[in-house]
């Protein structure tokens, strides 16, 4: 069976608790080498990486999976709210990233999604918006015809605000809307998810998502609108 690549060596009791309950067979990485010398036979299926108080050695470990033989593409980033700013130019490294300390059921379903192998149901109803089509059941998103890949976050946040167009929505109400709770990560999470939205939507699409100065984030154009 494969297992999930854990980085450091000893991750934090939470996390190793919450692997075990869950039943998520995984293994611990400490160094790049670790990489390798203690890969199942079946290779990773995916790799959870705490920033911790060593990052670059955590991005080292990123940056040696992608660039293994059987390289591992879905890597889930565990970080503190203050190390936000460590995201930053290092997207082509991590598929999805959790504030730590982290909420149980948040965490088990970014691990879901990370791991989730999709299939297209076309009985489903979808969300549409000019050229952008999603499907809320198997968290497919598709502009112009091209798949769009998105982490759970960005999915969840896309079909929010695709769900509502035209109408503004504080970082606040969207945080409470979106992630469910009071979130650690503050208002700055949801600039991060903006900003990857927009890039993977593609620059003739950056539109979509408005930026209303001193309010929030506006998505199309109000249904009002002549």
Not at 110 to 128: C, V
Not at 190 to 216: F, N, W, Y
Request: a negative charge; one cysteine or more; proline letters at 5%.
């Amino acid at each position: 069976m494969e297992s999930l690549a854990v980085h450091p060596d000893t991750p934090s009791p939470e996390l190793a608790r919450l692997l075990d309950l869950a039943r998520y067979p995984w293994k611990a990485v400490g160094t790049v080498a670790d990489i390798s010398a203690v890969e199942p036979n079946d290779g990773w299926s995916g790799a959870i990486i705490e920033l911790g108080d060593d990052p670059e050695a955590a991005w080292g470990v990123c940056r040696a999976l992608q660039r293994h033989d059987s390289p591992v593409t879905r890597v889930l980033i565990l970080l503190r709210g203050n190390q936000l700013d460590e995201l930053d130019m290092r997207n082509e490294l991590f598929t999805d990233f959790c504030i730590n300390p982290f909420h149980p059921r948040e965490l088990e379903a970014r691990l879901r999604h990370l791991l989730w192998q999709r299939a297209i149901d076309p009985d489903h109803d979808l969300i549409e918006y000019g050229s952008l089509m999603l499907n809320p059941e198997t968290y497919e998103a598709a502009i112009d015809g091209r798949t769009i890949d998105l982490t759970y976050m960005e999915y969840e946040l896309l079909k929010f605000l695709a769900s509502h167009p035209g109408k503004v929505f504080t970082r606040e109400i969207l945080l409470n809307r979106v992630w469910g709770y009071e979130y650690y990560g503050g208002a700055r999470t949801v600039d991060v998810h903006v900003r990857r939205l927009r890039a993977k939507l593609g620059e003739e699409h950056t539109s979509l998502i408005q930026t209303v100065r001193s309010v929030g984030y506006r998505f199309g154009q109000s249904r009002w609108v002549a």
